[in-house]
């Protein structure tokens, strides 16, 4: 068998390229998505919350890793990042058949530290499918669910490099052509290949396919910038309304507040009642931000536009 790649593109790539490398390989890495200075920008926004960041204490976690949150809340950077064109127009060619709206998933910089193990292999979709269970616990998954989303996409990933990524400090370590595998299928080592990219560039991948952290046995951190969509009727893995509550979200990109979740999807999903004064019943979230509707423009689909 050959050896697994990872495919890379440059910024002249085309979307329709994007999309099919990822139904058929389910990753591929932008290289130099960002400048240097569009990414000293985001380090000086987020370094003082990334430095106060406790690590994580799981298995799955790490024990050596910091997970920043609430980045939208945090970068007015990561803000204009989570609605770039590029990455708009690639969450609505790839999602699209699976949804009418997305909405924003995760918000997280990981950063590995020297020493950390490699995290085990896993794909993000199985947070819809694996049963909630105490920590100590095998995971165990819903089959229903579980086969639901082999059918679908439910996810896409970003995974924006702050420092460079290699094999040695722990770059993301992908199994490429893995969402065509079985749910549970265990794939042996060779299967995986790190993510390798300099600082700047950007991986892509679905939430279908296998991959984890590698492990950093390197002396410097390893920083890792992950902005993840889903599709717009599933539950968010961040609680982006309480990580980004209405008084900070009030202020921004109708897109944003959007995918967010400060707006109805489709005709009737995540409308509102403000619970006092009496009288103001089925609202909008939009009211919540003090904004007028007229702001959220709908494609001919009735889809926000997101690639405008
Ligand atoms: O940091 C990485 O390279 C991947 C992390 C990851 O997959 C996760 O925490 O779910």
Redesign the pocket.
Known sequence: MSQPKIKTFKKDISSDEMVKTLQEDGCFIFEDFLSNNEVNDIESDLDPFIEATMRSNTNF?GFKTTRTGALMARSPNCRKLAINKRIMSLVKSFLGPYANTFQLHVTQV?R?LPGEKA?MA?R?RWAWSQLQLPANEEPRVNPVLAKIMTEIEPQLNF?LAITDFNEENGA?LVAPGSHKSADDAQLPDESFVPAEMSRGSMLVFSGSIL???GSNTSNKDRI?LNIDYSLGWLRQEDNQYLSCPPELAKDFDPKLQALLGYAVAGPSLGYFTPPLPAGEDLTAPQYALKNTLSNIKLDPDGRLELNE
């Open positions: 976690g990981i590995v995290q896993h993000d995974m993301t991959h984890g952290a890792g």
